[in-house]
C-alpha cells in the first residue's frame, strides 16, 4: 500500500521551530516531487513548500521564505520541512504530498496523487 506519513508537529512557543517529516511507504520518493501544504480552521489548504524529486529545485510561499527549508533524504525515504521562527499564523495541520514527475509546485493541489493524513502545529504562548 502506497502511503505517505507526516511526523514532527507538536505545540511550539512564537520564535521556535519545529522540523516535520513526510516517510514514504510501499514506494520510494527519489522519483516523486513532493509539497508541503497547510491548512488553517476554516481557510482554504495552501501551499508552503515544494522540492523536485531531483532535489535540485524548491519553492516557498512568499508567507515562509527564509524561515522554512524543505530538504530530502533518499536513505531514508523521507522529506524535511524544517520551520523556524515560528509565529501563531504557522498554525495548522500541515500534510505533505507526492506526485510521480520531478517538477513540484505549490500552486497546485491537484497536482499531487498522493496525500498524508497530516501533522498539527500549533504556534502559541
Known amino acids: 500500500q502506497l502511503q505517505l506519513v507526516e511526523s514532527g508537529g507538536g505545540l511550539v512557543q512564537p520564535g521556535g521551530s519545529l522540523r516535520l517529516s513526510c516517510t514514504a511507504s510501499?514506494?520510494?520518493?527519489?522519483?516523486?516531487?513532493i509539497g508541503w501544504f497547510r491548512q488553517a480552521p476554516g481557510k482554504e489548504r495552501e501551499g508552503v513548500s515544494c522540492?523536485?524529486?531531483?532535489?535540485?529545485?524548491?519553492s516557498y510561499a512568499d508567507s515562509v521564505k527564509g524561515r522554512f527549508t524543505i530538504s530530502r533524504d533518499s536513505a531514508k525515504n523521507t522529506v524535511y520541512l524544517q520551520m523556524n521562527s515560528l509565529k501563531p499564523e504557522d498554525t495548522a495541520v500541515y500534510y505533505c504530498?507526492?506526485?510521480?514527475?520531478?517538477?513540484?509546485?505549490?500552486?497546485?493541489?491537484?497536482?499531487?496523487?498522493?496525500w498524508g493524513q497530516g501533522t498539527q502545529v500549533t504556534v502559541s504562548s
Open positions: 522540492i523536485s524529486s531531483s532535489g535540485i529545485t524548491s
Open positions: 510501499g514506494f520510494t520518493l527519489d522519483y516523486h516531487a
Open positions: 504530498a507526492a506526485e510521480g514527475n520531478n517538477l513540484c509546485t505549490i500552486y497546485s493541489k491537484t497536482y499531487y496523487s498522493l
